[in-house]
């Protein structure tokens, strides 16, 4: 029940709402767990901070598919070598792996997060323009 309760956070449409939904969450939950909800307050940055990016990256920020992936790779080909004469050889293989999905990542036309969603997060928030122009034509 306590885990249902918490997934409704994540699926709110925006980022307001997402706050606001474990505020209220907190609350009910600490009726009954008062432990429950003060833990919730104390790691509301960090239970909401995906909320800070665009929409369209949330799934793939809380996603740790591309980690779990990564270190698949990174395990399947240390079992290739079996034994490693030092732990160096394993950083360097290790290493080696993370390079070269990095370049994968520079030069493939499938990102996970795509050119232009990564541009949102450059550009200044709409909401923050208004309260800026009004502020200008007051001034003058």
Avoid: C
Wanted: charged share 20%; aromatic share 8%.
């Amino acid at each position: 029940m306590v885990a249902a309760a918490i997934r409704t956070v994540f699926a709110q449409p925006n980022a307001a709402t997402v706050r606001s939904q474990l505020a209220a969450i907190a609350a009910m939950l600490g009726r009954q767990f008062p432990p429950v909800e003060q833990m919730l307050l104390d790691a509301a940055d960090d239970v909401t901070a995906f909320a800070d990016f665009p929409y369209q990256h949330w799934k793939k920020v809380w996603s740790t598919n591309p980690l779990k992936r990564l270190n698949r790779e990174i395990k399947r080909r240390s079992d290739v070598v079996g034994v490693f004469p030092s732990p160096d050889a394993l950083a360097r293989l290790a290493g080696a792996v993370l390079a070269e999905h990095h370049d994968e990542w520079q030069v493939s036309d499938r990102r996970y997060l795509s050119e232009g969603s990564m541009a949102q997060l450059a550009a200044p928030p709409e909401n923050l323009a208004e309260p800026l122009a009004a502020t200008a034509l007051a001034a003058s």
